[in-house]
Structure formats: structure tokens, C-alpha cells
């Protein structure tokens, strides 16, 4: 830090206390919202930090003047809020900010026009960031983290008080996707339910008047809930429509949607193309759509055990693990189409043996019995029409359509 005198840390404050007061008294939005962020470490609120701790009387400079003192609630703990900051006490940063939170939230509820909405936004994404890094100082000094979940409570304050009618309203999903990223944090998603209820059933709410970044944001993380539920159907349409609307600059933000997109695609039979993994680095996903396209259940599981880590921390590796039968679909039917191109009038007659040694040639050890087994479940899903000769061992497949539409969709060659 440069040498700063006691004079100049008095003009710093007081040049932030009138800037605080002019953008309240002209209701500039724009300007106001610059006033909070914290987590921006942006060089003038670093240098409004440094004069604070230089200048130890800055609660008296705002509670001697008619114009700062009426929003002394919300100054004091913030001007701690950034002293403690500065100084990289971020547990004691996070206290403060909530304090200046609830009594922004306070104020925000006696303005009759959303016109620090904006302001609003900033509190409630710092008020996350910074409860983030807090509980990762609790978690340091072997302490409990718990100030996310508190974060969490002050959002759902914030929820409430957007959920009327008026024009504040639009800030709603901004907030509640926010509260999905402290959940999905905290391991917590069944709270989700309750947001996503008040947004979709409530009459108040018009899902078309939101922010496009903020429906995106929704359909992402709804989408994602989806796919847990395996609600594959649903989680194709959030997801698709995240991809779609996301702004085609933000490479790492498409990267995200297709990290969850491409397995519900897969699982619903449409494969990606080669060119659109490598252009997003989706590698990991290359030899599993090779293994479904070659039937190849070696190479599957293969690529299932060399990402898994990246896959469970997804939360898609039980959806990539149930491509198995897919993908037994594929070997069998391209055993089909070998028989048909060698005797067509015996193509639909598929001897449990056969399977069994393509399966060996993968490196698969599975039995008569295992095989027969799998054949019956792939019948029992629809992946494949026909029937069992039990005494001879032979699946005997419909001459028409034998491996029809999965989901609707065509399982891809």
C-alpha cells in the first residue's frame, strides 16, 4: 500500500459517503451498485479500505451528518466489512456483510420504484462469494463452515422480498439462481424445490419478462435437476434452451451446458459430433461415443474408469454407466447386420454364442446364462423386438424394425 495521509484517508471516505448519499437522493442505480462490490477488489474500494484503517473514526463521520446517518445501518458494518477484507479476515468480512445486507434489504423494501435493483444484485452475489470464502477460513482452523447456509437464509429474505407485484419482481430469478448455486454447493438441491414451485406455479411470475442471462442461468440449473431425477425428457428441453439463449462469447458457460447436455443427449440416443468435443475440450466424452457407436463395451467401461472422478463431480456418471445397454443394443445389432449380409433369410436369428464370443473378443467374460439375461433386458426396454427359442439358445428378432426408435429418437449408426 502507498503512503496515504490522515487527510487524504478523510477526503477518501468522505468522497464515498457523498457518492453513497448523491446516487440514493437521484436514484442513479448505475453508480450505487459500483458502491458494494466487494469481491471485485476493484482499486477504488481497495483505497477506501486502506483509508479506513488508517482512519479509525469513520462511524462518527457518518452518524454526525443528516444525510449519512439515516442509512447508518447499512455504512457501519459495510466500512467494517471492507476493513476486514482488505485485511484478509474474511470470516469477520462475511459477519459484517450480512449485517449491511439485511438492512439493505430493509431499505430496498421502502423504495417504491426496483431502481437499485441493480445494487441488490451485487449485495446478494457478494454476500455468496464472500460466505464462500469464509467457511474455507472456518474450514483452515478446523472449524465448522456455515456461513454459505447463513448466506442461503439472507437470500431467501431477498426472494421474499422481490415476490409482488411492482416492478422488483424481475429480480426474482436472479436471486433464486443464486440460491441454486448455494445448494448445489452446500449438497442441498432438494431446496431447490420450493424456489422452483414459487417461480413456475405463482401467478405473479412471467417467466418471459425475466432476463435472458438469468433464464439461462434457470433452465441450466433446473435442467441439472433433471438429470438427477433422470427426467431425461425434461432435462433435454432446460438444457437445449440454456444452450441456445447463452451467449456464444462465453465459450466456459457453453462448456458447462454441454458437460450435462451431451450425457441426457447420449441417453436419449443422439450422438455428438467429433468437432464439437474438441472445440468445447470435451475429450473425455470421445470414447464413449466411439464405444456406442462400435457396440464396444470394453471401451466404454474403459472410458468410464479413466474419468470418473470428472464424472462423479458432473453428477453424470450413474447416466454414462447406464449407456450399457445401448450399447449391447449396438453390438448385437451390428451382429444382425453380418448375418444379414452373409444368409438374409437367417439374419433375425441371433445364437446367444455369437454374443458371447464378440463379447470375449472385447475382453468380456460373461456366460450363456449372463448374455440371455441382458437380451431379455433390452427386450423389456424396447431396445430391441423379438423373442426368446429358450431350448436352442437363439434370439429370434422381428423381421421388422427389429431395433426401433429409442425415447422417440433413432439410436445413431
Given at each position: 500500500m502507498a503512503y496515504m495521509s490522515m487527510g487524504e484517508a478523510h477526503r477518501r471516505?468522505?468522497?464515498?459517503?457523498?457518492?453513497?448519499?448523491?446516487?440514493?437522493?437521484?436514484?442513479?442505480?448505475?453508480?450505487?451498485?459500483?458502491?458494494?462490490a466487494l469481491s471485485s477488489n476493484s482499486p477504488y474500494l481497495l483505497s477506501l479500505a486502506d483509508a479506513l484503517n488508517l482512519f479509525q473514526d469513520a462511524n462518527r463521520l457518518i452518524k454526525q451528518s443528516d444525510n449519512?446517518?439515516?442509512?447508518?445501518?447499512?455504512?457501519?458494518?459495510?466500512?467494517?466489512?471492507?476493513?476486514?477484507?482488505?485485511?484478509?479476515?474474511?470470516?469477520?468480512?462475511?459477519?459484517?456483510?450480512?449485517?449491511?445486507?439485511?438492512?439493505?434489504?430493509?431499505?430496498?423494501?421502502?423504495?417504491?420504484s426496483?431502481?437499485?435493483?441493480?445494487a441488490l444484485y451485487v449485495i446478494v452475489y457478494?454476500?455468496?462469494?464472500?460466505?464462500?470464502?469464509?467457511?474455507?477460513?472456518?474450514?483452515?482452523?478446523?472449524?465448522?463452515?456455515?456461513?454459505?447456509?447463513?448466506?442461503?437464509?439472507v437470500l431467501m429474505k431477498v426472494f421474499g422480498t422481490l415476490a409482488g407485484k411492482g416492478s422488483k419482481r424481475v429480480g426474482a430469478l436472479y436471486v433464486t439462481c443464486q440460491l441454486f448455486k448455494i445448494y448445489f454447493k452446500l449438497g442441498t438441491v432438494h431446496l431447490c424445490r420450493s424456489v422452483i414451485r414459487s417461480i413456475e406455479t405463482a401467478r405473479i411470475f412471467d417467466f418471459e419478462e425475466f432476463p435472458k442471462r438469468d433464464k439461462v442461468t434457470y433452465m441450466y440449473y433446473t435442467g441439472r435437476l433433471e438429470v438427477f431425477n433422470e427426467n431425461f425428457s425434461a432435462a433435454d428441453y432446460k438444457l437445449s434452451y440454456a444452450l441456445k439463449y447463452c451467449n456464444p462469447q462465453s465459450t466456459a458457460n457453453i462448456r458447462m451446458i454441454l458437460k450435462h447436455l451431451i450425457p441426457v443427449k447420449l441417453s436419449i440416443g443422439i450422438l455428438p459430433k467429433s468437432n464439437l468435443l474438441e472445440k468445447y475440450n470435451l475429450l473425455e466424452y470421445n470414447n464413449i461415443v466411439q464405444a456406442l457407436r462400435r457396440g464396444d463395451l470394453r471401451l466404454l467401461r474403459r472410458a468410464l474408469q479413466d474419468h470418473e472422478d470428472r464424472f462423479l463431480r458432473s453428477g453424470v456418471y450413474l447416466v454414462l454407466?447406464?449407456?450399457?445397454?445401448?450399447?449391447?443394443?449396438?453390438?448385437?445389432?451390428?451382429?444382425y447386420i453380418i448375418q444379414k449380409q452373409k444368409d438374409p433369410n437367417r439374419a433375425h436369428q441371433v445364437k446367444l454364442e455369437v454374443i458371447v464370443k464378440a463379447l470375449k473378443w472385447l475382453e468380456i467374460d460373461m456366460d450363456v446364462d449372463e448374455v440371455e439375461c441382458i437380451m431379455a433386458i433390452l427386450i423389456?426396454?424396447?431396445?430391441?423386438?423379438?423373442?426368446?427359442a429358450h431350448k436352442s439358445k437363439v434370439v429370434v428378432l422381428s423381421k421388422q424394425d427389429p431395433f426401433p426408435r429409442f425415447n422417440g429418437k433413432p439410436v445413431n449408426s
Open positions: 471516505i468522505t468522497e464515498y459517503l457523498n457518492r453513497f448519499s448523491d446516487a440514493v437522493s437521484s436514484q442513479d442505480g448505475a453508480s450505487f451498485k459500483s458502491l458494494f449519512y446517518s439515516q442509512f447508518a445501518d447499512i455504512l457501519v458494518p459495510l466500512f467494517r466489512s471492507l476493513q476486514n477484507y482488505r485485511q484478509n479476515n474474511l470470516l469477520e468480512a462475511y459477519n459484517a456483510f450480512e449485517k449491511t445486507a439485511n438492512a439493505f434489504i430493509q431499505e430496498f423494501r421502502n423504495w417504491e426496483a431502481w437499485a435493483l441493480d457478494d454476500i455468496r462469494v464472500l460466505a464462500e470464502k469464509a467457511d474455507k477460513e472456518l474450514a483452515s482452523n478446523g472449524k465448522s463452515p456455515e456461513k454459505l447456509k447463513g448466506a442461503g437464509s454407466e447406464k449407456l450399457e445397454l445401448q450399447v449391447y443394443q449396438r453390438l448385437v445389432k451390428k451382429i423389456f426396454k424396447n431396445l430391441m423386438k423379438g423373442y426368446f
